[in-house]
């Protein structure tokens, strides 16, 4: 079974451009979650989808970042503006949610490194 | 959601069995423990999960006792692969994501 696929690996870009990660989640899986993970600390949640709708981005911000899921597959977030205090790794993460023996435990990609000067 | 306390790091050898304790002492009726492992330069992986008593996998053990204010994560002989970061995570499962912490970093040597 192939896991969440994230691209870019890496990325660097100045402040006050713009960037763009892509995520595909494993194949069924209709929740698609995107973290935001600052070095030394744990991963902080940005935004859930449920199918293509939102279920919870009230950590995201909304001034500056932005996310889609279109037909409830893939997925892009997008920083416009960057700041430096966006420096960190992006990761998306899946999970069945319904059904099955553990439908919420998330499968994570492997993120992308975002690195603003 | 219940907030989650557990050691900052934790030192250990090859072979030795590594228990890790979280404090959750406003935990729910309804909230399920959920630990995950993390390595560097990947995403968190998911270890193990349960409600009360024990639960054991081919991976860990996870220990919560009668009154789920604490839990203990087990891991049998421990090896140097099994350095990470491992994260305790309280709350019921359902539509909105669990909170993760800053986690306990645990450190195997030779």
């Known amino acids: 079974e192939a896991g969440v696929a994230q691209s870019p690996r890496y990325k660097i870009i100045e402040k006050r451009q713009s960037v763009a990660f892509w995520c595909n989640p494993i194949?069924?899986?209709?929740?698609l979650y995107w973290y935001q993970q600052i070095l030394g600390q744990g991963p902080k949640l940005l935004i859930q989808?449920?199918?293509?709708?939102?279920?919870?981005d009230s950590q995201l911000p909304k001034d500056r970042f932005s996310a889609e899921r279109l037909k409830g597959v893939d997925s892009t977030l997008k920083i416009q503006p960057a700041k430096l205090e966006d420096s960190a790794v992006y990761l998306c993460?899946?999970?069945?949610?319904?059904?099955?023996?553990?439908?919420?435990?998330?499968?994570f990609g492997p993120g992308t490194r975002l690195t603003v000067t | 959601l219940a907030k989650t306390t557990q050691p900052i790091s934790m030192d250990s050898y090859e072979g030795q069995e590594v228990n890790i304790t979280c404090s959750h002492n406003?935990?729910?009726?309804?909230?399920?423990i959920t630990w995950y492992q993390q390595f560097p330069s990947q995403g968190p992986r998911f270890i193990i999960q349960?409600?009360?008593t024990k639960v054991t996998n081919e991976v860990a053990s996870l220990f919560i006792p009668a009154d789920r204010k604490s839990s203990t994560l087990s891991l049998p002989r421990v090896s140097l692969s099994d350095t990470a970061v491992y994260y305790c995570?309280?709350?019921?499962?359902?539509?909105?994501?669990?909170?993760f912490g800053s986690g306990t970093r645990l450190q195997v040597q030779p």
């Open positions: 349960g409600y009360k």
């Open positions: 989808f449920q199918n293509n709708g939102v279920v919870d």
């Open positions: 993460a899946s999970s069945l949610g319904t059904g099955g023996d553990a439908p919420y435990e998330q499968y």
């Open positions: 194949s069924g899986h209709a929740t």
């Open positions: 995570l309280v709350g019921r499962e359902g539509r909105r994501a669990l909170t």
């Open positions: 406003n935990i729910a009726t309804n909230d399920y």
